[in-house]
């Protein structure tokens, strides 16, 4: 299948049935009220770790298998809170190898951290299904190292959102690119038809974080973030790749994360995840 030369998600190229439609199930209110009309253009957890880990069900026939598989696992490791990164990559594992034993329509992969990982599976898009591949604390070579997981699964569409970890350690900004490359790279190679997208890192709220680690965020200023978001575009149009631009959904006028989508200034509450999944429905009703 001949790749597409990059296509970057546009707003201002939804037809007006999408406005329509967004109004009429109240989402563009909300997008509206977070973002203001000018910027309908490209802008140059500690409480999330008391939820359940959302559902991960690889295909609809398989569901009940793969539910019952990470309960058994969940049950073997212990509380999610106590499981090391070592025990999240062996669950990731099985679940992966349940979505290749088992293939799906449509299927769509998630990769990245815990703002992924928290996605909830009820506000996930309906047009795929879903394969969640998301570890909290997650880095980009974490993701480099582990990527050959789903090397068995033949997904329609894999998304990847990672580096918010790397800038907290103090990464430098082009190792984190180079770990992009690579694992861009890598997944090209595994899925050659598959649609692989890059998703721009989502910026923090600034000083309105109350995250625990705030200090470290706040010496990543979101100036940074920007920057990096348009070296991956970048990756992508070298890559011959998909780039979908997340930032014009989720900051306010001074580039931040707007703090009413968010727990605490870096993780996402529901309200932040149905506006991401808007997007994401915009782009996938896009690509068919």
């Known amino acids: 299948m001949a790749r597409a030369e990059s296509p970057i998600f546009s707003w ?22 977070h973002m203001g009309w ?12 008391a939820q359940p880990r959302p559902a991960t069900a690889a295909t609809t026939a398989a569901s009940s298998e793969t539910v019952s598989l990470e309960a058994a696992s969940l049950e073997a490791l212990g509380p999610r809170q106590q ?20 293939p799906a329509d449509r299927l769509a992969v998630l990769l990245g951290d815990s703002i992924s990982l928290w996605f909830p599976q009820d506000l996930l898009p309906t047009e795929r299904t879903w394969l969640n591949q998301g570890i909290s604390g997650e880095t980009s070579d974490g993701l480099r190292q582990r990527i050959g997981l789903i090397d068995q699964t033949r997904p329609q569409t894999i998304l990847v959102m990672i580096g918010i970890n790397d800038l907290i350690r103090g ?10 490359r690579a694992i861009v790279s890598q997944l090209r190679r595994s899925h050659p038809d598959t649609q692989i997208v890059i998703q721009s890192i989502l910026p923090h709220a600034g000083t309105d974080t109350t995250w ?9 200023p979101n100036s940074r973030i920007r920057h990096l978001n348009d070296e991956l575009e970048a990756i992508a149009t070298e890559q ?4 979908l ?44």
Do not use: C, K, M
């Open 12 to 33: 201002r190229s939804l037809p007006r049935w999408v406005w329509w439609s967004l109004a009429g199930n109240g989402v563009l209110g909300i997008l509206v009220l």
């Open 38 to 49: 000018q910027q309908y253009h490209r802008i140059p957890p500690t409480a999330a770790l």
């Open 83 to 102: 499981l090391t990164y070592e025990q999240w990559v062996d669950l990731l594992r099985q679940e992966a190898r349940v979505a290749a034993e088992h």
């Open 171 to 180: 990464v430098d900004d082009s190792v984190l690119l180079d770990n992009y």
């Open 212 to 220: 625990e680690g705030r200090d470290r965020l706040l010496t990543v």
């Open 240 to 243: 011959g790749i998909y780039y």
């Open 245 to 288: 631009d997340l930032s014009v959904a989720f900051t306010d006028a001074q580039g931040n994360l707007h703090p009413s989508l968010s727990t605490d200034g870096l993780h996402l509450n529901p309200q932040g995840y149905l506006v991401w999944r808007t997007v994401l429905q915009l782009y996938l009703r896009g690509q068919g």
